[in-house]
């Protein structure tokens, strides 16, 4: 980190360096309250060195990044939740303009925010319109829906849990640490001003932490609100950090029905589809919050969003690891599994195939076939009983159908050989 400077229109200001005992963005957002007046709504963060700055335009719902004094570019967001603005203040002091680019989307121009605007208050004034009690259950779940639907376009969504497991694996070991298998199951967890831990099994079942004590969910004082963010959690992941010891990355806090349960501020499954825990979209729809509320962005997709994952992205978007320690993490993790695995059995890998172009699909992100897409049970008929056994005889991981999915369906992970045959097919 570097020093920054605060500022606001009424000429207040304070200088923030870094190794203090008070992080930029409580810093920052104490100034902000402690000058916020009716005539005094706007206040900077600013990089005078990187010529970088963030600004909070509190009269107007707005935020704006800017880079560089001269000829500058100047991007703006809508405030969309409280939780904005720790989020953001927090993501500029540790990187920047850059670092918030995962947190738009970012408008070019004040006309485009302005239009953005209206449309964004438009809703807010619908979904706040005095309704009976079946309207406001249904606008609840309009807007939980809205969550799920921003969920499903996020990094981690679209990353393949393989390639998700690898780059864990490596960022494990560059924070000095070992992925550890105990029955099965591997856990993968870093350090990061916050936490990442994940617990994968064999099978390709998985559930994903991150623990950003700076989101308004970071407070576990309340254990039966923070357990409730778990709710919706399949019995066999939530068994991974109930009443389990202690680790370097992980904080056990008292469960309200007794033992303990690892401390979360985002909880993503993956024993189908990735997804948020019912609990935690619960907790975000209630209290008004967005997805970077979880801390996801900041602590784990910077390390996702790139499509080479090499020494020198790590670097730049992990600057409190040394060059050293990213390097011994590189060296220490195996290959790709792609690299290494074993040829499919031909015959089965042909049968599977001719049934993916019957009746399947890739999801729009590639991390899954989809097959016998909106059959029941009876409309799939023996051929599902046919694709299962292939399923199993080539390895391929099958997880859980989304919510809403026809009884019949088959979500299967993607696999590279696969891949490469079916190029013959599509």
Same mark, same amino acid.
């Given at each position: 980190?570097?020093?920054?400077? *605060?500022?606001?229109?009424?000429?207040?200001?304070?200088?923030?360096?870094?190794?203090?005992?008070?992080?930029?963005?409580?810093?920052?957002?104490?100034?902000?309250?402690?000058?916020?007046?009716?005539?005094?709504?706007?206040?900077?963060?600013?990089?005078? %060195?990187?010529?970088?700055?963030?600004?909070?335009?509190?009269?107007?719902?707005?935020?704006?990044?800017?880079?560089?004094?001269?000829?500058?570019?100047?991007?703006?967001?809508?405030?969309?939740?409280?939780?904005?603005?720790?989020?953001?203040?927090?993501?500029?002091?540790?990187?920047?303009?850059?670092?918030?680019?995962?947190?738009?989307?970012?408008?070019?121009?004040?006309?485009?925010?302005?239009?953005?605007?209206?449309?964004?208050?438009?809703?807010?004034?619908?979904?706040? $319109?005095?309704?009976?009690?079946? /309207?406001?259950?249904?606008?609840?779940? #309009?807007?939980?829906?809205?969550?799920?639907?921003?969920?499903?376009?996020?990094?981690?969504?679209?990353?393949?849990?393989?390639?998700?497991?690898?780059?864990?694996?490596?960022?494990?070991?560059?924070?000095?640490?070992?992925?550890?298998?105990?029955?099965?199951?591997?856990?993968?967890?870093?350090?990061?001003?916050?936490?990442?831990?994940?617990? *994968? $099994?064999?099978?390709?079942?998985?559930?994903?932490?991150?623990?950003?004590?700076?989101?308004?969910?970071?407070?576990?004082?309340?254990?039966?609100?923070? $357990?409730?963010?778990?709710?919706?959690? !399949?019995?066999?992941?939530?068994?991974?950090?109930?009443?389990?010891?202690?680790?370097?990355?992980?904080?056990?806090?008292?469960?309200?029905?007794?033992?303990?349960? %690892? $401390?979360?501020?985002?909880? *993503?499954? *993956?024993?189908?589809?990735?997804?948020?825990?019912?609990?935690?979209? =619960?907790?975000?729809?209630?209290?008004?919050?967005?997805?970077?509320?979880?801390?996801?962005?900041?602590?784990?997709?910077?390390?996702?969003?790139?499509?080479?994952? =090499?020494?020198?992205?790590?670097?730049?978007?992990?600057?409190?690891?040394?060059?050293?320690?990213?390097?011994?993490?590189?060296?220490? =993790? !195996?290959?790709?599994?792609? /690299?290494?695995?074993?040829?499919?059995?031909?015959?089965?890998?042909?049968?599977?195939?001719?049934?993916?172009?019957?009746?399947?699909?890739?999801?729009?992100?590639?991390?899954?076939?989809?097959?016998?897409?909106?059959?029941?049970? #009876?409309?799939?008929?023996?051929?599902?009983?046919?694709?299962?056994?292939?399923?199993?005889?080539?390895?391929?991981?099958?997880?859980? =159908?989304?919510?809403?999915?026809?009884?019949?369906?088959?979500?299967?992970?993607?696999?590279?050989? %696969?891949? %490469?045959?079916?190029?013959?097919?599509?």
């Amino acid at each position: 980190m570097r020093p920054l400077t *605060f500022s606001d229109d009424k000429d207040n200001e304070q200088e923030w360096l870094p190794g203090g005992i008070q992080s930029a963005a409580d810093a920052f957002l104490e100034f902000v309250a402690q000058h916020r007046r009716a005539d005094n709504t706007s206040f900077a963060m600013e990089d005078e %060195v990187g010529e970088e700055a963030l600004l909070f335009m509190v009269d107007i719902g707005a935020i704006c990044r800017v880079k560089g004094w001269q000829d500058s570019h100047t991007e703006y967001r809508i405030v969309t939740n409280s939780g904005l603005h720790r989020t953001l203040a927090a993501e500029f002091a540790r990187g920047g303009f850059a670092a918030l680019d995962l947190h738009g989307p970012w408008l070019p121009d004040v006309e485009s925010f302005l239009q953005a605007r209206s449309a964004h208050l438009e809703q807010r004034a619908a979904h706040g $319109a005095p309704r009976g009690g079946a /309207e406001r259950e249904r606008g609840r779940d #309009e807007r939980g829906e809205e969550l799920r639907s921003e969920f499903d376009r996020s990094v981690l969504r679209q990353t393949h849990p393989r390639e998700l497991r690898r780059r864990l694996e490596v960022l494990t070991r560059i924070d000095g640490r070992e992925p550890v298998t105990v029955s099965g199951v591997t856990h993968y967890g870093y350090a990061a001003d916050g936490t990442v831990n994940a617990w *994968f $099994a064999a099978n390709g079942r998985g559930l994903v932490l991150t623990f950003d004590r700076s989101s308004a969910l970071g407070s576990t004082k309340d254990t039966r609100a923070h $357990a409730a963010l778990y709710d919706g959690v !399949p019995a066999d992941l939530l068994a991974l950090v109930r009443d389990v010891p202690a680790t370097g990355t992980t904080l056990n806090v008292p469960h309200p029905d007794g033992g303990t349960l %690892v $401390a979360a501020t985002g909880i *993503f499954t *993956f024993s189908g589809p990735c997804a948020m825990a019912d609990g935690l979209a =619960t907790r975000l729809q209630g209290d008004g919050l967005g997805i970077e509320s979880t801390g996801v962005g900041r602590l784990l997709e910077r390390f996702l969003a790139v499509r080479d994952f =090499t020494p020198a992205v790590v670097a730049e978007a992990g600057e409190w690891w040394s060059p050293e320690d990213i390097a011994k993490g590189f060296a220490a =993790t !195996p290959a790709p599994d792609g /690299e290494q695995a074993a040829p499919l059995d031909r015959e089965a890998l042909t049968s599977f195939c001719k049934i993916w172009a019957d009746s399947g699909y890739n999801d729009r992100w590639d991390v899954h076939y989809v097959l016998f897409d909106s059959r029941t049970l #009876e409309e799939a008929g023996p051929a599902r009983d046919d694709l299962l056994e292939l399923v199993r005889t080539l390895g391929l991981e099958r997880v859980d =159908t989304p919510r809403g999915a026809a009884t019949g369906e088959v979500w299967v992970r993607t696999d590279p050989r %696969v891949d %490469v045959e079916l190029g013959n097919w599509s």
